[in-house]
């Protein structure tokens, strides 16, 4: 079976940084479309970044241009670069295939942007 592993997020101050990882078993990476997912307390999980095969990018209104997607498809991985975060991006954030997930969700890493 597929596992998804999120890694890298953490405590920040609004208007900080981070870089989270996605590593999975298996190649599947350079076959599918992936995308970061994230799902605040309360609320619905959201896709907020999604990259295509070829390495199109396309971003939710609320973190485009701040947030970026890339791929390394060669060793499996995925990443999503945050920058400028507010404490409304506090959340955890998951990855998957997109813009459908077909995986199994993985424990996703923990965002908190505290202001």
């Known amino acids: 079976q597929v596992q998804l592993v999120e890694s890298g997020g953490g405590l920040v101050q609004p208007g900080g940084s981070l870089r989270l990882s996605c590593a999975a078993s298996g190649s599947i990476f350079s076959i599918n479309a992936m995308g970061w997912y994230r799902q605040a307390p309360g609320k619905e999980r959201e896709l907020v970044a999604g990259i295509t095969r070829g390495g199109s990018t396309n971003y939710a209104d609320s973190v485009k241009g701040r947030f970026t997607i890339s791929r390394d498809n060669a060793k499996n991985t995925v990443f999503l670069q945050l920058n400028s975060l507010k404490p409304e991006d506090t959340a955890v954030y998951y990855c998957?295939?997109?813009?459908?997930?077909?995986?199994?969700w993985g424990q996703g890493t923990q965002v908190t942007v505290s202001s």
């Open positions: 998957n295939t997109s813009p459908v997930s077909y995986f199994k």
